[in-house]
């Protein structure tokens, strides 16, 4: 096996919130952003064709949240078109419908400069980055993060998701029901807790830690098989301070996020046995409503379907297409330089990953989550180094350090 | 690769009274379901349709999460407690005839005082 692999004992997943790639990564030469901006134009509703620019603010902008709803982020794909060919031209169009400003739907096409992000854009160009990783559904976070968690939403499109159908069980009770296999989910605090769904939280409590805890275990080396990041959802007081949400919401603060993701890298490679042993990440669980050129592909049927009703645009949809585009980025000292993956990949991958390389063959699970590609090759003899990421013979030594 | 500097957040980032999000919304609607399955005294007495801003939405989340972790605790700890020693049967029918020794002498005292024969 490569020694990346071999050396492979923690995987670790950050998830953010409500961005898309190309307004993160869109300014980065030569990954799949806005390389033609002239190309990815959208027309405002007078008709006039407007194109995404380097303008994005860190805060404040995008009052109120864009739309991401179903029926708002299906226009947004399709761009309005009675014969329903995605062509990614309803951005401005459903920002538009939610203040009717023509001058302000401008702003959901724009971007941040490569050099306002020096967090995300470094890790993007220094380890791997997916320019091809969606959202699992073309809709709202909780249905999105049940896949990360589950590898489907059990037939919801919406934020109602309260309980979870069997037989399809989450990543974290695959694992904490296969011992020595360990897992945690752990939450910024717990003003903050959860967005997993609660059933978790209700009935497995033990699976949880804050993210106090992540970083004592960092440091102590006891960080089990798999963990699952989640930043702070808002901003509130505690024991230490004003706790600055850093989630990356709209309107909350973007240099708050890129604060966080430095801290879990650092919290990672601050112990030299876990940075060897770890792969780390880091992934956003939808778009937001904001812009993004590349149409989302379609995919292999869940086992489930939601109705027109509860889709809102008169159509039921059988979970065969992505969601938007979103940033993902994998980081581990074995990816060389500048790795580039364009293969597809969604949120159900999460799973899929970590099932398969900690457990093997492992069934029940769900038509998306069997169907999706793993971003790590399974442990065995026979891997394919064209798939392999983690590929280098020996460990980098220059991987960057955040201060 | 250098040293890169993580950008410093504004001071005025921070605010509290932040009206809630929908996705925060949500998330107190997902609580508020959790809440109503614990048992009243570990629940946090806050009415969630009032809750306006994100100060006042972690709060709310903090006591529910709180409440949680601590109800299972506390089961946990009622689990682990060792369960009271049960007598054995021999024992239990000892006890049993000391008993009925008692109550015939109980008996044999109240005859003897009401001077029935």
Not at chain 1, 186 to 198: L, N, P, V
Not at chain 1, 309 to 321: E, L
Not at chain 1, 349 to 364: E, H, R
Not at chain 2, 73 to 97: N, Y
Request: net charge negative; aromatic share 10%; glycine share 6%.
């Amino acid at each position: 096996m490569p020694p990346g692999l071999d050396a492979l004992k923690h995987i670790v997943v950050l998830m953010m919130e409500n961005r898309s790639f190309d307004h993160m990564l869109g300014s980065v030469p030569g990954i799949g952003g806005i390389d033609d901006a002239e190309a990815y134009s959208n027309a405002d509703t007078t008709g006039a064709l407007v194109q995404p620019q380097a303008l994005a603010e860190f805060q404040s902008q995008l009052q109120p949240d864009p739309d991401h709803h179903f029926p708002a982020v299906d226009l947004q794909i399709f761009g309005g078109d009675p014969n329903r060919r995605a062509n990614m031209q309803g951005f401005v169009k459903s920002y538009y419908n939610q203040q009717q400003n023509v001058a302000h739907s401008h702003e959901i096409l724009y971007y941040f400069k490569q050099s306002d992000l020096p967090v995300l854009t470094t890790l993007a160009t220094e380890f791997a980055v997916f320019n091809r990783w969606f959202a699992s559904i073309p809709g709202p976070t909780i249905c999105n993060r049940a896949f990360a968690h589950y590898g489907t939403s059990f037939g919801r499109v919406d934020m109602n998701l309260l309980y979870i159908n069997e037989p399809f069980k989450s990543i974290y009770d695959r694992l904490v029901g296969a011992p020595p296999h360990t897992s945690k989910l752990y939450y910024y605090d717990t003003a903050s807790s959860t967005m997993e769904i609660t059933n978790l939280l209700q009935h497995q409590p033990e699976v949880f830690g804050t993210f106090d805890q992540f970083q004592k275990d960092c440091e102590t080396g006891n960080l089990p098989d798999y963990s699952f990041v989640e930043p702070n959802y808002s901003d509130h007081d505690s024991d230490t301070g004003e706790e600055v949400a850093n989630d990356q919401h709209p309107d909350h603060n973007v240099q708050a996020g890129e604060a966080f993701i430095a801290l879990v890298y650092n919290a990672i490679k601050g112990n030299a046995a876990l940075w060897a042993s770890t792969a780390l990440l880091i992934v956003y669980d939808e778009h937001g409503g904001i812009f993004d050129h590349v149409i989302p592909p379609l995919c292999t049927p869940d086992q489930f379907t939601a109705t027109a009703n509860d889709t809102g645009t008169g159509q039921p949809f059988a979970f065969d297409r992505l969601g938007v585009r979103v940033p993902a980025i994998l980081v581990s000292p074995w990816i060389p330089k500048g790795t580039i993956v364009s293969r597809v990949f969604d949120h159900a991958s999460i799973p899929a990953t970590v099932t398969k390389f900690f457990l093997g063959d492992y069934s029940p699970r769900s038509p998306r989550e069997t169907s999706a590609d793993v971003f790590i090759e399974p442990q065995g003899p026979a891997v394919d180094p064209a798939r392999n990421l983690l590929s280098l013979d020996v460990m980098r030594t220059d991987c960057p350090d955040f201060e | 690769m250098g040293v890169i500097r993580v950008p410093k957040v504004p001071h005025d980032a921070y605010n509290p009274n932040r009206p809630v999000s929908a996705l925060l919304k949500i998330q107190i609607e997902h609580m508020h379901e959790a809440e109503k399955r614990l048992p009243t005294r570990y629940r946090s007495e806050i009415y969630p349709n009032a809750i306006k801003t994100e100060g006042e939405a972690a709060e709310y989340i903090r006591l529910v999460t709180e409440g949680i972790h601590e109800a299972h605790a506390d089961a946990a700890a009622r689990r682990a407690k060792p369960a009271k020693k049960r007598k054995g049967v021999i024992e239990i029918a000892a006890v049993t005839d000391e008993r009925a020794e008692r109550q015939t002498g109980r008996k044999a005292r109240k005859i003897k005082k009401g001077g029935k024969n």
